[in-house]
T-cell receptor, first 113, second 115 residues
């Protein structure tokens, strides 16, 4: 089945450690996105990528990093510089010019203790 | 710049009653508008989208939304609520062109359906 897979679903890390969240899609979409979701704040864009080996900062990129070495993969690293990393993280993809809506993965809930 | 305002962070309706979730947008160009639904600890699922065709858009699960340019609104409705409709709903607006298009989300409305 085509779709977007995020792993793991739940992740626990100690404060000060970097952690990488995985996002893989087999939809052959050009564009991929990372959003952060906090209660009552909707979804905020962290990073997005329109093509391989290129990505742009979103509204809240500080403390995060990404890579796009393959079309199907867009991992997000939450670094120790992120002051409040505990949140629900959502990855999405879009065909770009062909269609307009984004398709979402099931999310990763990160808890930093 | 685009933005989305969802009026009412929590809405409660009785089963069988009308569902109305409000969304107003701000956009400097004709927008593309979307409603998504999210169940607990899940990703977002597209309910419906407006892409400048018919102003009344029908989506999945009996939901529909009407684009009103004069009111800059895109409210979501369903004639009769079902218990399974309890979820969080997000309105989103999209601007830009081609692959540079990005979605901007509202803060969400939590819908509770009472038996």
């Amino acid at each position: 089945d085509g779709g977007i897979t995020q792993s793991p679903k739940y992740l626990f890390r100690k404060e000060g450690q970097n952690v990488t969240l995985s996002c893989e899609q087999n939809l052959n979409h050009d564009a991929m996105y990372w959003y952060r979701q906090d209660p009552g704040q909707g979804l905020r864009l962290i990073y997005y990528s329109q093509i391989v080996n290129d990505f742009q900062k979103g509204d809240i990129a500080e403390g995060y990093s990404v890579s796009r070495e393959k079309k199907e993969s867009f991992p997000l690293t939450v670094t120790s510089a992120q002051k409040n990393p505990t949140a629900f993280y959502l990855c999405a993809s879009s065909p770009g010019q062909v269609a307009l809506e984004a398709f979402f993965g099931q999310g990763t809930r990160l808890t930093v203790v | 710049a685009q933005s989305v305002t969802q009026l009412g962070s929590h809405v409660s309706v009785s089963e069988g009653a009308l569902v109305l979730l409000r969304c107003n947008y701000s956009s400097s160009v004709p927008p593309y508008l979307f409603w998504y639904v999210q169940y607990p600890n899940q990703g977002l699922q597209l309910l419906l989208k407006y892409t400048s065709a018919a102003t009344l858009v029908k989506g999945i699960n009996g939901f529909e939304a009407e684009f009103k340019k004069s009111e800059t609104s895109f409210h979501l409705t369903k004639p009769s609520a079902h218990m399974s409709d309890a979820a969080e709903y997000f309105c989103a607006v999209s601007e830009g062109s081609g692959s540079a298009r990005q979605l901007t989300f509202g803060s969400g409305t939590q819908l509770t359906v009472l038996p």
